[in-house]
């Protein structure tokens, strides 16, 4: 019996499958945490200045509530954004030829109806962009790199806010 890569890969897989269902994972997104989930599309996100955080809001509703907003929402989220530029590679001549962008989300989630603190983190994205002798091109770089790290720093901002309502949920809360 001769075993091709494939199958070797299948029976991997499902040993692999089998021992994390015996040590009890469950998926973020299973069924058992659908209620926790649900729980994202009563967030109310609160406006954010400038483009980068209009980015990161708008990409946090269509995480969170790709049906658009509840009309009444049972919580309320504060996001404040804080960036960041510093020089990663200085050539022998003093010029900087690449760039870390450094975006810090910090999130608190309040319970609307009382106002109390539930939850508060924060999640920070790095992206890298070149720099080259068009202010025009990195200019561009920049804002794209931001906007990466605006998405990275909205799906961490999401799964954490789904790890908070699963935990919740789990303790009866």
């Known amino acids: 019996m001769s075993w091709t890569r494939r199958g070797a890969l299948g029976a991997v897989l499902g040993i692999t499958a089998l021992g994390l269902g015996g040590c009890g ?26 483009r980068i955080g209009q980015v990161l809001r708008n990409d946090l509703l269509t995480r969170m509530s790709p049906a658009g907003e509840r009309a009444r929402p049972l919580y309320r989220l504060r996001v404040t954004i804080s960036r960041s ?59 794209d790199t931001a906007t990466r790290a605006a998405r990275a720093a909205s799906q961490e901002i999401t799964t954490l806010l789904a790890l908070y309502f699963s935990r919740r949920e789990a303790a009866g809360g």
């Open 85 to 143: 530029s510093s020089a990663l590679a200085i050539q022998p001549d003093d010029s900087i030829t690449r760039y870390n962008l450094r975006l810090t989300a910090r999130f608190r989630l309040y319970e609307i109806a009382t106002g109390r603190l539930l939850y508060k983190d924060a999640t920070t994205a790095v992206g890298s962009y070149n720099a080259v002798k068009s202010d025009f091109a990195n200019l561009s770089a920049e804002r």
């Open 25 to 50: 994972f469950e998926p973020l997104y299973g069924r058992r945490n659908r209620p926790a989930i649900a729980r994202l599309t009563a967030i109310k996100i609160d406006r954010l200045p400038d």
